[in-house]
């Protein structure tokens, strides 16, 4: 039960993690390929002196990286905690399941009068005699 209700979760966590991963991997990778003729000079790819001509390139990069950083950043945590995820799980599938015996189903009947266990399917009380309610 366990299983059918959680292993569609660990492989759509996966799937996600990685969908994310990609995703922020072109946004980083597009915001490398913007080119920018008057920057002089860019930090990890980022042109910080820029002309002002080509200003509105300038926040598509910045626009590219944060969210690129964000997407990759949230792709990798959940990779992270996917096995944790499959473990417990797998912990979770592996508690047996309590063992089904039909004779567990009734407890016990004590008698009424002296007090003795009886059998769950006895009627009669085996010590002394009396009818068992
Ligand atoms: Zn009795």
């Avoid at 080509?54 to 950043?73: N, P, R």
Wanted: charged share 15%; glycine share 6%; with cysteine.
């Amino acid at each position: 039960m366990f299983a059918r209700v959680l292993k569609p979760k660990v492989r759509s966590l996966f799937v996600q993690s990685v969908v994310l991963i990609i995703i922020g991997a072109i946004l980083i990778g597009w915001s490398q390929s913007i080119h920018i003729p008057s920057a002089y000079n860019t930090f990890l790819g980022i042109p910080y002196d820029v002309n002002p001509t080509f200003e509105s390139s300038l926040y598509e990069i910045l626009a590219l990286v944060v969210f690129g950083v964000l997407f990759l950043g949230f792709g990798l945590g959940e990779l992270a905690i996917t096995p944790y995820v499959y473990l417990l799980e797998k912990r979770l599938f592996q508690i047996p399941p309590p063992p089904f015996n039909p004779s567990f189903r009734k407890t016990a009947s004590f008698c009424r009068y002296c007090g003795t266990q009886n059998t769950p399917d006895a009627v009669f009380c085996s010590k002394c005699g009396e009818k068992l309610t």
